[in-house]
């Protein structure tokens, strides 16, 4: 798992250490000092801790003007023991929501499990986007599973063309664009 970086090819458009808008700002980070990990494997130092032992995340594009942000994730969303839904919704999103976005694009093709615990944090972070959305993009097979099999599902637009997206190959606009058009199609 250490060799699983954050996508970087959006750098030269994009970097949440260098936005002072973003939780992440002047944040420093290690080329070769491998500090954190996943279950018993190191993580790329690139990727953001952001209080959880099993989860962390990278945002890679954030556009205050059209409201949305690219959070890419990596390891086990764990909300029935760590509770990351709860971090992450306080520390990342709320302050993000604050700066005006309300479009969340996860990509969770590096989340290996999924354990639930109740929906509060999901209830309120849905309400609190108004015209805004929560869509997740190449998210496994069994984690899907089971966000549907508790109804999480609901708070989330997911499934369909967002099930095997290949974002890389657009910029973040492009891909945005690509989402965005989707997601309202789902939503009338």
């Given at each position: 798992m250490h060799d699983i970086e954050p996508y970087f090819n959006?750098?030269?458009?994009?970097?949440?250490?260098e936005d002072e808008r973003s939780?992440?700002?002047?944040?420093?980070?290690?080329?070769?000092?491998?500090?954190?990990?996943v279950y018993n494997y190191m993580i790329h130092p690139q990727w953001d801790n952001i209080g959880s032992p099993t989860l962390f995340i990278k945002i890679i594009y954030t556009d205050y003007e059209e409201g949305y942000t690219v959070i890419e994730l990596i390891g086990e969303w764990n909300d029935?023991?760590?509770n990351d839904i709860m971090t992450l919704k306080r520390d990342i999103i709320e302050p993000l929501i604050y700066e005006g976005v309300d479009k969340f694009i996860l990509i969770g093709e590096n989340v290996?499990?999924?354990?639930?615990?109740?929906?509060?944090?999901?209830?309120?972070w849905f309400d609190e986007l108004e015209d805004g959305y929560i869509a997740l993009i190449n998210f496994h097979e069994h984690?899907?599973?089971?966000?549907?099999?508790?109804h999480l599902d609901q708070y989330f637009v997911l499934g369909g063309e967002l099930e095997e997206f290949s974002w890389r190959t657009y910029t973040p606009n492009q891909f945005f664009g690509k989402v965005d058009t989707y997601v309202q199609k789902r939503l009338n």
């Open positions: 959006w750098r030269h458009y994009y970097i949440s250490s939780p992440f700002y002047a944040r420093e980070y290690s080329e070769f000092e491998f500090t954190d990990q029935a023991i760590n290996l499990n999924f354990h639930y615990s109740d929906d509060c944090y999901y209830e309120e984690v899907v599973k089971e966000f549907n099999e508790i």
